[in-house]
């Protein structure tokens, strides 16, 4: 056993954490049929906090809840460019990069004008919530934020610093895999998501129960996002492609687009 | 079947390179041609930096106030406020709440919002960990009683909760969704409106599991 980190109060192993597809039971209702169970208990918070009864199916489709709409006037220029954003003094470090995509709906039509929110850690894998008191250094020129709406194609555009990996409560030696947050807008209530976009090729996936808490490994893969070269800046930055696809069975139904 | 998207050429503003996108079936993309939903993920602890508008002076440009404090958008002006406890009866202190909805007249923002733009968002890093959102009371719809749409994530969600929030001064008899909840549950649903001098304060409390749990539904 390691030293604990200075700071951070000891934790025993709790469980056997080993690397796995999903610790999903089987039979465990996933919402939507592909989200997360909400009571999960690997994760350990989820164990006072998910609801024990079962969920209500609605009586009819939720059609009635329009979303709100968001204008350019509240995105400025560097809103999507953490790299630029919070800059104070410099430039922020780490490994710089670039994370294009698509919002899609569920028939694969782009969604157009759609609010997209970020926020992750810095390069060393800390938070600047004052909240996080990992024992690892602030970046003063970074707040890891950022902010953008889809265009007409659906795409969106982030440049930014690739996260650090970062140790959390969960478990003993419990490490979060690299990761970016998504708060997506759709065109509706029910096409509202909020997911984490992860890197290719992270070992820490395979151990890390927010990840694993996705029962469905097709629905693990899509939020992995993929290195590409197509995007990646001839001597500026690497790119990966994350595309998005949100809207489920309560969706309003579309007419069929025949163009 | 779901229809290929068409490479299109994009260009992008501050001089980014023309990309030709490819169709969805292209093995570049994560979604490897699969237009099944993307997974859901824990706001996790820390999502005010990106989510609360200035959240330690932080510069978000992108506020999520329902009622810009000076807008004339017609209606009555309410306060709805309320805290979320654990199974243990804990105040939860870092839970997201956002609250969706109709104007007074029942009709749903479809551009810009000037004043008003039918989403509020709370949370409850506050000294008594409980959320605060002003808003207006929204018209009713189709004939139903007034209601606002809830969605609700917080650390230890790793998908986001769907509720509903009712008016205590209405008549909620007939509506279909309420009713859809069993009976001995259905006040789980109901903001409480108290007494006392300006805007009308509506309390809403939220009650995750165990006694008195709050109904949510499924509507993924």
């Known amino acids: 056993m390691t030293a604990p980190n200075p700071g951070q109060s000891i934790q025993q192993p709790t469980q056997d954490i080993q690397p796995k597809e999903t610790h999903v039971e089987e039979g465990q209702k996933s919402p939507g049929g592909v989200h997360p169970p909400h009571l999960y208990s690997p994760y350990t918070s989820s164990v006072k906090r998910a609801p024990h009864e079962l969920l209500i199916p609605l009586p009819g489709p939720m059609r009635d809840f329009g979303g709100p709409v968001f204008g350019t006037d509240r995105i400025r220029p560097d809103d999507n460019d953490t790299t630029r954003n919070a800059r104070v003094n410099g430039e922020p470090l780490g490994e710089r990069i670039i994370v294009r995509g698509r919002l899609l709906d569920s028939s694969g039509r782009p969604i157009r004008g759609a609010l997209i929110e970020t926020w992750q850690a810095n390069a060393a894998g800390r938070y600047i919530h004052k909240r996080d008191q990992h024992q690892a250094p602030l ?66 996936m395979a151990y890390d129960p927010i990840y694993l808490g996705i029962p469905d490994k097709k629905g693990r893969d899509r939020l992995v996002s993929r290195f590409d070269l197509d995007i990646t800046q001839h001597e500026w930055a690497l ?21 | 079947m779901a229809e290929q998207i068409k490479t299109e050429e994009v260009l992008h503003s501050k001089g980014q390179p023309k990309l030709n996108f490819k169709p969805l079936t292209d093995e570049s993309s994560n979604l490897h041609g699969n237009l099944g939903q993307s997974p859901s993920q824990t706001v996790g602890p820390y999502f005010h930096q990106g989510l609360v508008h200035k959240f330690q002076d932080i510069d978000t440009a992108v506020s999520a106030m329902m009622v810009e404090e000076r807008s004339d958008t017609p209606g009555e002006r309410i306060v709805l406020t309320g805290k979320i406890y654990d199974a243990d009866g804990v105040p939860i202190p870092d839970a997201m709440i956002e609250l969706w909805q109709p104007g007074a007249d029942g009709i749903f923002v479809t551009e810009p919002g000037v004043g008003f733009n039918g989403f509020g968002r709370g949370h409850t890093r506050t000294d008594d960990y409980s959320y605060t959102i002003r808003t207006i009371k929204p018209g ?4 139903r009683p007034p209601r606002l749409a809830v969605w609700l994530g917080m650390r230890g969600l790793l998908t986001h909760l769907i509720t509903f929030i009712y008016f205590s001064d209405e008549d909620n008899s007939a509506d279909p969704v309420l009713n859809a909840v069993p009976e001995a549950r259905r006040g789980t649903l109901i903001a409480r409106r108290g007494e006392g001098q300006g805007d009308a304060v509506y309390t809403f409390d939220i009650r995750m599991q165990g006694e008195g749990e709050t109904a949510f539904f499924d509507a993924y």
């Open chain 1, 239 to 259: 790119g990966y492609r994350f595309d998005i696809v949100v809207g489920g069975t309560q969706a309003t139904p579309m007419e069929e687009n025949h163009g």
């Open chain 1, 139 to 204: 970046d003063p020129n970074f707040t890891g934020t950022a902010r953008m709406l889809t265009d007409d194609n659906g795409e969106y555009l982030l440049t930014t610093i690739r996260p650090g990996a970062y140790p959390w409560g969960n478990h003993y030696n419990a490490w979060r895999p690299s990761h970016i947050h998504f708060s997506v807008f759709g065109r509706g209530f029910t096409e509202r998501l909020v997911s984490q976009m992860y890197f290719p090729g992270d070992p820490l």
């Open chain 2, 140 to 143: 009713r719809v189709g004939g």
